[in-house]
Structure formats: structure tokens, C-alpha cells
């Protein structure tokens, strides 16, 4: 079902991935993945161009294939929250959202960090909460895989719920508001946090009073039921994958909204931002040759035998990536945590008879096919008919914006900020000015779920 919102604006946030094979890193006009100045150029770009959000993965390990690093994806990715602090004092309106772990944190320690990026943004944090529990991540923390995979969600709500009751155990006047005070903080106004759940034990005076905000805003990328109830009852934005396909997109939001009633919350309670890639250039010729190169770039000859080696089972780096597919056939083998999200749940054999199909009906090498079963992903067009298709993606309630990921950096975010964010402002699709300060405020949130009076939270969310 579309939504009719003939006012609605789109959301912008910038998701830098670092060294990925989405990211054409190895390209000349590509700086680097982890100077400072890349960082800085980037969100003072996306700041120009009255983003929401900066946003940051994290990588607690380096990727793995087949019991080897597979440097091509999540190499040399510093703390989301140590490059977040020094952007928060370059920057003034854009938000700071870092990727940080509810399974391999203590609820004491992290909602401590986030609280303090929150104040040193004055009210800019936001916090995507993951539930990684692969064995060889765990490793890095002497747990291997320690928690079975149906109780990373269970954990993650008691770590969120603890979260929040730290950030809430400062009263609102707390601190003192003269000099003349004899405390700074007022006696008794803060409480002494004691839980214990299932997965922690927690007994602590909260060091820090709350941010503009109220709470850093939490994000949440999950895509399974369970993933998606659980940000029905504890999240304020969802960085979805559905950020291609309009009906798809579409079905997903109303999902959403169908579990957020569910769960008693308003149905746009949530935001929902898609990840997406943006390809803009000025006529529809260059449109479709520029498409072409980033694609190329994107899928260099290491990168393609990673992928087709996922397929197959095993290492193809010797191989040719501009020749023909393995003759051999796939390893059958249990889908494991390095090789199931590219089979996605289906027969490496059928698989490997498709392409080989494919490749003998197109003439297609290695490499090619890799780039011709990829689903597609993102917008291409000019700025105007991409201007056009996000406006209506947003004003019949697809999404509420787009968390985009450059294929390019620090400079692939100059002309959507350039080119395509004045057609939005064309058609009172994007703001012209920042209206508010607070991540919260940009994203036109209410206040955090436990803040709320009553009647305008959820049980499962205040406990």
C-alpha cells in the first residue's frame, strides 16, 4: 500500500565503507581509506550537501575465506567511535552514527562512549546496533563462538534496555545551573543502576548526564522477522537493503509499519534508510558508459574470483579472472558464515550449471559473470530523474530516505551534493537549511522510547 505524503522530504545519510569491492579504492582519484583527510573531506561535503548523518561500519575482525584473510573487504577500518570524536569537532550540524557490537560490548562500557560522543556532538550520535556472532569474530575476544546464533537478538534487547536505563539514571536538572551551586550535580539525581538479565549483571553509577537529544538515536540493519521485531520494539532508524527495487522496498516498509503497531508504537515512529550507490552524469549516454565504469571498477580480477570462489568452495586465486568459469564443480558443503550470504540458501551446483549457461550463451569470461548475476544496486540517471525517483520513493512511503554509499572517496559525493540535491530542493523534496541540531531533530524523531509520557511508548520498549 503507497502512503500519499505530498510534502515529504528525503533523508540523506553518507555510509563510508572503507576498503570494500563496492569502493573502486584501487582507482587513481581515490584517496585513502583511512587518512584523516579522507574522513574530514567527506562529512564536510555531506555537511555542505544538509546531510542527516554520517555513518560508519566497523569491522571487529578482518574478513575471512575459506580459512584465509580476505583483505579485499573490511581491511584497515579504525574505531567508528575514536573517528567520530574528532569529525564531532570539525563539524556542527551532521549527525555521527558508529557501528558498535551488542555481542562482543558490556552495556557499562559502550553506552558510557556513546553517551560521550553524544555530548561532545552536543546531541549528534547515533548508534547502529549489530549482533555479529560468527566464531571466528568471537576469537578475537577469547569466546569463539560463544552465543548461539537464536540468543544475538535476545542479548541485544538487554543491551539496549541497559543502555537506556544508564542514560536515564541522570535526572533532567541534575547538573547545576550556577555558579553559586555548592554541587555541580545535585545530590540524589542520579540513580544507581542494578540489573541483571540473562546475559548481564549490572551494578553502576552512570558517569555521565544526558545530550541534547536525549539519547543517542539507535539504528538497526537487521532484515530477518526476528531482526525486524526487534527493531519494532527498540529502534528509531533502520538502514534497510531494500534500496533498489521500489516495490520491494515498498513491502518492506509496510511490513514495518505493520510491526511497529503491533508492537504500540506509531506506524512512523521509525525511520527507514535504505543503503543505496548513486550514478549521476549529465545525458543518458554518459549515464549508461559511466555505469559501465563504475562496475568495472568495482569488480576488479581479485574481487571476482573472491566471489565466484564463494560459489565454488575454494580458493580460485590462481585461476584466470578474464578466462572461463572452474570446469571442476562446486564443493558441496554446509553453508557457512564466509560462504552462505553469496549462495544465498541455494545449490552451488545449480548454481555453477546457471552461469556456466550463461556464460556459454553471452560468451561471458570469469569476471563477467560475476558482473552479470550481481544484482544491480542503487539509482542511475541524470540528476533530474534521479531527483524524480527518490521523491516519489519517499512521498508514497517507500522509505524516508537514503544512506548512500559512494563508489568513490573522498570525491563521490560532490556531485550528488552538487547536481542532485538542488533538483530535490527544486521540487521541496530536501531542505534548504539546517532547522534543527540534533540528529533527532534532523530526522523529525520523537523523544526516546523510555522518555516518553505515558501512552506514547511501548511496554516492551520502557522496561
Known amino acids: 500500500m503507497t502512503l500519499h505524503r505530498p510534502d515529504a522530504q528525503v533523508h540523506f545519510g553518507v555510509f563510508f565503507q572503507g576498503v570494500n569491492h563496492t569502493t573502486i579504492w584501487s582507482d587513481p582519484a581515490s584517496g585513502s581509506q583511512i587518512d584523516f583527510e579522507t574522513f574530514r573531506r567527506i562529512i564536510g561535503t555531506a555537511e555542505r550537501g544538509l546531510f542527516d548523518a554520517f555513518f560508519l561500519g566497523e569491522g571487529l575482525r578482518l574478513r575471512e575465506q575459506e580459512g584465509k584473510i580476505l583483505d579485499l573487504d573490511i581491511a584497515g577500518r579504525p574505531d567508528a567511535i575514536a573517528q567520530l570524536s574528532a569529525l564531532a569537532g570539525i563539524t556542527s550540524n551532521i549527525g555521527l552514527v558508529a557501528t558498535q557490537n551488542t555481542t562482543y560490548n558490556e552495556p557499562g562500557d559502550l553506552a558510557r562512549r556513546l553517551a560521550g560522543l553524544d ?26 563462538g560463544f552465543l548461539d546464533h537464536e540468543l544475538r537478538y535476545e542479548r541485544a534487547d538487554q543491551f539496549i534496555r541497559t543502555a537506556r536505563a544508564i542514560w536515564d539514571a541522570w535526572a533532567d536538572d541534575a547538573i547545576a545551573t550556577s555558579r553559586d551551586s555548592e554541587f555541580w550535580a545535585e545530590k540524589d539525581a542520579v540513580q544507581r543502576v542494578s540489573l541483571s538479565t ?37 529502534a528509531d532508524v533502520i538502514f534497510s537493503r531494500h534500496g533498489t527495487d521500489f516495490d520491494e522496498a515498498l513491502t518492506f516498509a509496510n511490513d514495518i509499519r505493520a510491526r511497529l503497531r503491533a508492537a504500540g508504537r506509531p506506524e ?89 549457461a550463461l556464460a556459454e550463451a553471452k560468451n561471458l ?19 533530474g530523474q534521479v531527483a524524480d525517483e527518490l521523491t516519489k520513493w519517499v512521498r508514497e512511503g517507500a522509505t524516508d530516505g537514503f544512506n548512500i554509499s559512494p563508489y568513490i572517496v573522498p570525491g563521490g559525493l560532490d556531485e550528488i551534493v552538487d547536481w542532485l540535491v538542488p533538483e530535490l530542493q527544486e521540487r521541496g523534496a530536501y531542505r534548504t537549511e539546517y532547522t534543527e541540531t540534533t540528529l533527532r531533530g534532523h530526522l523529525g524523531l520523537r523523544e526516546p522510547l523510555t522518555r516518553r509520557k505515558t501512552g506514547e511508548t511501548d511496554s516492551s520498549a520502557a522496561g
Open 119 to 144: 555530548i561532545l556532538s552536543d546531541g549528534r550520535a547515533g548508534w547502529n546496533a549489530v549482533t555479529t556472532d560468527n566464531a571466528w569474530t568471537g576469537e578475537n575476544f577469547r569466546r569463539g
Open 198 to 234: 540473562s546475559q548481564f549483571d549490572v551494578d553502576l553509577d552512570s558517569t555521565l548526564p544526558r545530550s541534547r537529544q536525549g539519547h543517542p538515536v539507535i539504528f538497526q540493519a537487521g532484515d530477518s522477522p526476528t531482526g525486524r521485531d526487534f527493531a519494532a520494539a527498540n
Open 268 to 356: 512512523d515512529d521509525i525511520k527507514i534508510l535504505p543503503g543505496t550507490q548513486i550514478v549521476l552524469a549529465e545525458n543518458a549516454a554518459e549515464v549508461e558508459e559511466k555505469e559501465r565504469w563504475v562496475r568495472d571498477g568495482q569488480f576488479t580480477g581479485p574481487t571476482a574470483l573472491s566471489l565466484v570462489g564463494l560459489v565454488w568452495g575454494k580458493d580460485l586465486s590462481d585461476r584466470d579472472p578474464d578466462g572461463p568459469l572452474p570446469s571442476e564443480d562446486p564443493v558441496v558443503a554446509p553453508i557457512s558464515s564466509t560462504r552462505g550470504a553469496f549462495r544465498d540458501g541455494k545449490d552451488p551446483v545449480e548454481i555453477a550449471k546457471e552461469w556456466r
Open 365 to 383: 569470461s570469469l569476471r563477467e559473470v560475476a558482473i552479470e548475476t550481481t544484482v544491480r544496486s542503487g539509482f542511475a540517471g541524470t540528476p
